[in-house]
């Protein structure tokens, strides 16, 4: 995907999807694709297990589980059920073994409505960590819950600061055994907006899928496993252009198009994104999706 | 703008846009622009005079004023005092003589940010209609302010209602003497997305710029003056596709680029629709705006 | 209770427990009460028969079925669904026969949390009017759901109209079978705020308990059966000073008492309420309670 | 103010005013009044300077500053600016010298109207620590702007962690030079409600006015100045009873008068709260005058 206009997404799958209709395999890429069709949920689990496919896929090493649940978009209570308890069986299995405290991050600006899914979710998370320092694990009557924490720490407008400074500050203070981050993130595609949950051991790097993995919220950054889970509920303006077009222009040589699709994506477009035209409702419940998925996850571990 | 995908406005200067562009004069209507420097405000004045006029513009025949304000996406408090006297100055000529009593209402659906203009402009609104009732003029302290009221009927979806029969039905009761009606519109361009205010004389007609004069809210069908007032705040998914598209198509025939057109716009952009990254802060902003303009102009009346 | 101050209540059951707790009968009021243990649920049905009960009791000639589900204050989705029940087998009761059309009005200021109550029980109250009318009663696909339709005309100071004129003009364009008038109510005891509900063949009557009938929600005014349906939310803060030194005066003549309690409640309490200090989460719940038992009720009409 | 149930204040003048009444002068602690007419706002500054007047007034040594403007109540916004300007003329004062880089806390929880203050302010207050990093001082056009930081830690039932525990690693990882904490605050008196700014160097004691300065947020506890900015909300149900009816029992014992008011108070009024009828506004526009407060003492330091 070179190009002057580079189209982002935060799905590993969708990064996968060019090499497929090219049916080009990629070594050190293992994708393995299921259907359920009673559940009508698609599951992709894309294992990048070296550096080189980590290059070609413009995503860390690690493993990537998406589920994409089209009927995620209609308010169907028990549909959604459905689609937490898929999400706290795929999540159980990403947490790492015996685990006594988690720490659970919801990233973005909550007054800005697509990107507000991190902090939402944190307003269902059941949280233990004060009553089990204070009453011990037996005021909650359950066995094995964790010590579950939860942190809402504001985007870097709003803070002045790196998400990065605020949470390795709480970690020395806290020491959670593995972090779970959930954050809004942002398809190639208007059709997995809001329908689509991903999945990885590999966190979350905010602002950007490509590169610098340094900046992003990890194990090798944080020195604590890291979970990234989250729903595309943006697609840049300028990616359905690029889409629209792209079919029709497959005579011309690569190079061409480049400039070709450069040249089509209008500078009023810069700051502009797509979103479902319910995205205020779509972001309420799915908030509700994502947490009960987290909340079944963490109770049973 | 023939052809299966309909590209839809609600600014009549949008429509005006294409016969300017050829050249072309249209009978019926004037068209005319100015500039002012100081305050970097574009001002379009469409006057369509005729039914042919209005059949080629696709707006029904009365006065369309349109500011353009670029500036108004920044957060300048002074800025939006400005503009907010430059809505008063227009609105005030277009209200009728002796206005004694005015109801304002707010169209759009509070919980979708991007269509909760109206609604959101009606809580800024300086409200008169129950002091003047109970105490009479003088209470204001004011000579000539007149009584005003104000509705949110919401939409269809959250009353069962139309809102023709909410208003009539509140007309018949309270007998104002013109209704301002405030609504998120959609443009054609983003560039014009919350930095356009129109002003007009021909009401408003919720859900399309198109045809059925009969379903709008104008004189015609609520027998009381009708003046609406609109700020773009979404803009079509499909209609930055074929935007982009279009002037690279200019040597095609128009029946060529009507169905390459209508194949383009993929039909995952239905229900999309492209908004600033911060519309949740902008729409806060523009319904002060709004208000602030609406509040003025009913002062001095 | 004569005297200056006086303690105002929406609930018909709490005037009737003054003449209780004297062992006094009423002579055109009968009060039965009943106990649920297995729900936790105490029912009142007061019923007023006659002018001279309805001067003792302060409230209209009707029936007023209140419910204390005091477990309703805890987040127990389960035991809210059973309230919900509960609600809707009352309700049933009281609509008039063959109801094909329904207008759920709910009245309060969205903006002052412990009021807004009315308003956000509309959210999630089902809609049909505009289906039925569009595709007939077969698009839902059940036997018997009236024409719903809702309208939340907020409050004089927003609007400058009387919630009568508004309600007035839309019964007229529309013309339900039934209205429902969903309200915060005021109580007397803090014990019974947010976790009571009073449902009444009188409607409303906004503002006050006491007197002037003419200007309330109800079938005399807006010809139409009313049914009101009301959770009080506030106690008014010279209430509960009045209460707790009532019972440590109970040796001094009602004459004394008065004086006593006119100079007991400060005017700085004077525009202050009693709230729940989790108020906005539990008037956020109770609106859910309240909805699904109207929709339940509407559904088997 | 012995006995059974406890008046709780976080206004240290409020604990002066017993003494006062009494005529009694505290040893080590220096109270100082003056009225400005012109701005009608009255301010005490109470500096405790021993532990003896810290035992008595019930608060730790430091100095306490209590701007009351009653007309803090009325949406009046040239008012509410000449308070800011007071509030950030004492801030200033507050302020330790050479300050380069400042921490604003907004405690409380959002969702909680009368708790949201603190969360609220945070929303309008001017971030400059990322730019500064970024760019350099010169980015901002001005001289001697420090890095403001800040951060909403959210409540112990929302993060599972101390306050403490969030703000230490923040400050670890950030070292300010100074902190301001922001919160609502508890009162006896309703008349002060939303209408009184108390500023201290001695921090925010959360939970209570009294005893253990260990749990506080202060320069003791977090080894960084901490300036404490805070509005009283709410006046606890309780002690509006015992307000009122403590005049009334002046010629008891004050054994007996503490032996009455613990049976005076009802158990139906704990978890009750006193607050202003129209609190949702007062604390959106407190928010406003709060921050713009310390906006203009950071600009000029």
Redesign the interface.
Known sequence: MAGKYRVRTDLAMENGEKYEKDNVEISGVVIRKSYDRKKDIHTTVVKIESEYGAKLMEKPVGTYITLEAPSLVVPDEGYHREISAELAYHLKKLLPPHVDSVLVVGLGNR???PDSLGPRV??HIR?????IREYGEEALGEDGTP????????V???????TM??L???????SPDVILVVDALAAR???R?SCTVQLTDTGICPGSGVGNHRCGLNEETLHVPVIGIGIPM?VD?GT??H???SN?LETLEESEIDE?LAE???P??H???????????TVRRLSFTVSEGINQALKEV
Chains 1, 2, 3, 4 share one sequence.
């Open positions: 007054n800005i409505t944190i307003e949280i233990t960590r004060h009553i010590m579950i924490s939860a942190l809402v720490p504001g870097m407008a709003q803070t002045g600061m790196d400074e605020i390795q500050g709480v970690i020395s203070e806290t595609s208007t059709r907006l943006v303006a359905i252009v889409d629209a077009v029709l070709f089509l994506v209008p009023a477009l700051g502009m994104c797509v979103t479902p035209k319910d995205i205020d409702e």
